[in-house]
Nanobody
């Protein structure tokens, strides 16, 4: 059973940067697609980004494209979410997810990435952005 643990959340100001980490145990990220979702109070869980199982392709939600970057360190079995130019609307609990999907994501193509595409989830880490 793969277990995921997020860290790195906190409270920052508008325009600041923050890096979230997601460490895996009981499995290796090198065989799994990994993603980040977020959920703000009173709202549905929202897709943020995904890194394909191969580590070669990524896809971002419209609200974070150009500001957030997902990456993976296979040696550390850790996935990162680098968040730049943070805005108050980025305030949410951020969840790391992993799954066995073999989908790749190609530039210029629109995808629907659902939470149900992922089998494993972390407990979440709070990110609060103040104006």
């Amino acid at each position: 059973q793969v277990q995921l643990v997020e860290s790195g959340g906190g409270s920052v100001q508008t325009g600041d940067s923050l890096r979230l980490s997601c460490a895996a145990s009981g499995g290796t990220f090198s065989n799994l697609a990994t993603g980040w979702f977020r959920q703000a109070p009173g709202k549905e869980r929202e897709f943020v980004t995904v890194l394909s199982w191969s580590g070669e392709t990524t896809y971002y939600g419209d609200s974070v494209a150009g500001r957030f970057t997902i990456s993976r360190d296979n040696a550390k079995n850790t996935v990162y979410l680098q968040m730049n130019s943070l805005k108050p609307e980025d305030t949410a609990v951020y969840y790391c997810a992993a799954g066995r999907s073999r989908r790749e994501y190609y530039s210029g193509t629109w995808y629907i990435v659902r939470s149900t595409d992922f089998e494993y989830w972390g407990q979440g880490t709070q990110v609060t952005v103040s104006s």
